[in-house]
C-alpha cells in the first residue's frame, strides 16, 4: 500500500506523542489544487467504515475508500532543510503534479483544477 521512510517514520511518531488523543495516521486525497487532486495527511482518533487500515514500522494508518486506488504505491518521505521540514509524497500514479508537488493527477482521475 503506502511506503514510509524511516524520517518520516520518527516525524510521525513525535507529533503523535505530542497529540496526545492521535491513534491513527489519516492518508487521504481530496479535489483541488492546480493539477486537479490534493493530498490530505492528519491525525484521527477512530477508524470509520469506509477506512482501509494497516499498520507500517508500529504506525496505523488510514486510507478512505475513494483514495486507495490514487495511493496505492505512494512513498512518504520527511525532509528537512535550511528552510525547514516537511513531508513529501512520490506517487508512481500521477501522470501530472504541479510545480510545487502537492497536487496532481492521475489517468483516471483528473479531480477539481483550482488556480494557483
Partial sequence: MLNITESAVSQVKAMMEAEESAKFLRVGV???????????MGFDTEAGE???TFETEGIQVLVDKESLSMLEGVKIDYKQNMMGGGFTLDN?????????????????NAGKPENC
Fill in 92 to 108: 508512481p500514479n500521477a501522470i501530472a503534479s504541479c510545480g510545487c508537488g502537492s497536487s496532481f493527477r492521475t489517468a483516471k
Fill in 30 to 40: 481530496q479535489g483541488g489544487g492546480c493539477s486537479g487532486l490534493s493530498y490530505g
Fill in 50 to 52: 469506509d477506512d482501509t
